[in-house]
């Protein structure tokens, strides 16, 4: 937790920013904390909040949207990146947040202090007022996931999902999604596989490698990330059990959209980040110019799969464009 004096510093700093700005409401700041920038996902979430931004600034409006990566890894940056946008006098906030909880105090010490606008797109938070979420409807994604897998395992086959992200309130949705319904068609649910918060390949790997010893007769299983899910086939790969266990997952990339191409992976729910990164600009933007702004914006889920692959080869987080 940040020092009181800190927080009283960085109050006062954006109070007088703020009044700054709104003195001028055609030059418009708006900070972007993101975390995992480098995702292909995230990438193309800013990419849809730039676009968003350009065509305001067609009808007059100068809007700088400040990116900040958050740290791949580390989770408490950014909580630090929230600071220093705050202190950069920002409009208004979008975020994507990496945890639930982390990001609350400064959301509520700082941004809700000021009556900024706070657009959080995707995940949710557990702390502090928002003006809206954009978000996938990630308990019907679960169960879209539940459904791929149920057409490819045997009835009553074990299946289990991987566990990364207990403070991710969108993960948890997925999770119960999935586990309810693939239970509803008949499916044995395991109790799920915890493993470390990063979401790494190598993390999927190793959680893999050790169900694969302590479930030997495991049928299939369900990750709330693509990455985690490439590292689960590398493990089948090494132990040579490839179309043993089937493999469901959340997220595009290239990589993981050449391996359902090829049919490594079985099954992916795709989210639209583009849209969540456009809408959730326009919300900001609608809050700063007294415009209608939504509580709450759910957006739906696609199932990719090798029979449709090509169907997404010109998908944002697939070109990179």
Same mark, same amino acid.
């Given at each position: 937790?940040?020092?009181?004096?800190?927080?009283?510093?960085?109050?006062?700093?954006?109070?007088i920013l703020a009044m700054?700005?709104?003195?001028?409401? $055609?030059?418009?700041?708006? *900070?972007?904390?993101?975390?995992? *920038?480098?995702?292909?996902?995230?990438?193309?979430?800013?990419?849809?909040?730039?676009?968003?931004?350009?065509?305001?600034?067609?009808?007059?409006?100068?809007?700088?949207?400040?990116?900040?990566? *958050?740290?791949? &890894?580390?989770?408490?940056?950014?909580?630090? &990146?929230?600071?220093?946008?705050?202190?950069?006098?920002?409009? *208004?906030? #979008?975020?994507?947040?990496?945890?639930?909880?982390?990001?609350?105090?400064?959301?509520?010490? %700082?941004?809700?202090? =000021?009556? #900024?606008?706070?657009?959080?797109?995707?995940?949710?938070v557990r702390k502090g007022?928002?003006?809206?979420?954009?978000?996938?409807?990630?308990?019907?994604?679960?169960? %879209?996931?539940?459904?791929?897998?149920?057409?490819?395992?045997?009835?009553?086959?074990?299946?289990?999902?991987?566990?990364?992200?207990?403070?991710?309130?969108?993960? =948890?949705?997925?999770?119960?999604?999935?586990?309810?319904?693939?239970?509803?068609?008949?499916?044995?649910? #395991?109790?799920?596989?915890?493993?470390?918060?990063?979401?790494? %390949?190598?993390?999927?790997?190793?959680?893999?490698?050790? #169900?694969?010893?302590?479930?030997?007769?495991?049928?299939? @299983?369900?990750?709330?990330?693509?990455?985690?899910?490439?590292?689960?086939?590398?493990?089948?790969?090494?132990?040579?059990?490839?179309?043993? @266990?089937?493999?469901?997952?959340?997220?595009?990339?290239p990589v993981s959209w050449?391996?359902?191409?090829?049919?490594?992976?079985?099954?992916?729910?795709?989210?639209?980040?583009?849209?969540?990164?456009?809408?959730?600009?326009?919300?900001?933007?609608?809050?700063?110019?007294?415009?209608?702004?939504?509580?709450?914006?759910?957006?739906?889920?696609?199932?990719?799969?090798?029979?449709?692959?090509? $169907?997404?080869?010109?998908?944002?987080?697939?070109?990179?464009?």
């Amino acid at each position: 937790m940040m020092r009181i004096s800190k927080l009283k510093g960085l109050i006062a700093a954006g109070t007088i920013l703020a009044m700054g700005s709104a003195a001028s409401a $055609e030059d418009v700041k708006i *900070g972007y904390s993101v975390f995992w *920038g480098t995702n292909p996902f995230l990438v193309t979430m800013v990419n849809g909040a730039e676009a968003a931004a350009a065509e305001w600034k067609d009808k007059g409006y100068d809007v700088e949207v400040i990116v900040t990566n *958050g740290g791949d &890894d580390d989770k408490t940056r950014q909580v630090n &990146d929230l600071e220093d946008l705050f202190a950069q006098g920002v409009s *208004g906030l #979008l975020i994507f947040p990496g945890d639930s909880v982390m990001v609350g105090e400064p959301i509520a010490n %700082l941004y809700n202090a =000021q009556n #900024l606008p706070v657009v959080v797109t995707d995940i949710g938070v557990r702390k502090g007022e928002i003006t809206s979420l954009v978000i996938t409807d990630n308990l019907a994604g679960g169960k %879209l996931a539940a459904e791929q897998m149920a057409k490819i395992v045997p009835a009553g086959a074990k299946v289990v999902t991987l566990d990364y992200a207990p403070t991710n309130d969108n993960a =948890q949705l997925r999770q119960k999604g999935f586990e309810d319904r693939a239970k509803e068609l008949g499916l044995t649910v #395991l109790p799920e596989a915890a493993m470390p918060p990063a979401m790494t %390949l190598d993390n999927g790997r190793n959680v893999m490698e050790d #169900l694969l010893v302590s479930v030997p007769d495991l049928a299939g @299983v369900f990750s709330f990330n693509q990455v985690v899910m490439q590292g689960a086939y590398a493990a089948l790969e090494g132990a040579g059990r490839v179309g043993e @266990v089937k493999l469901v997952g959340f997220d595009l990339d290239p990589v993981s959209w050449q391996m359902v191409r090829d049919g490594k992976i079985d099954g992916l729910v795709v989210q639209d980040p583009y849209a969540m990164g456009y809408t959730g600009l326009n919300q900001v933007m609608a809050a700063i110019t007294g415009g209608e702004t939504q509580e709450f914006i759910g957006l739906e889920t696609r199932l990719l799969i090798a029979e449709n692959a090509e $169907e997404f080869a010109n998908d944002p987080q697939v070109t990179g464009k």
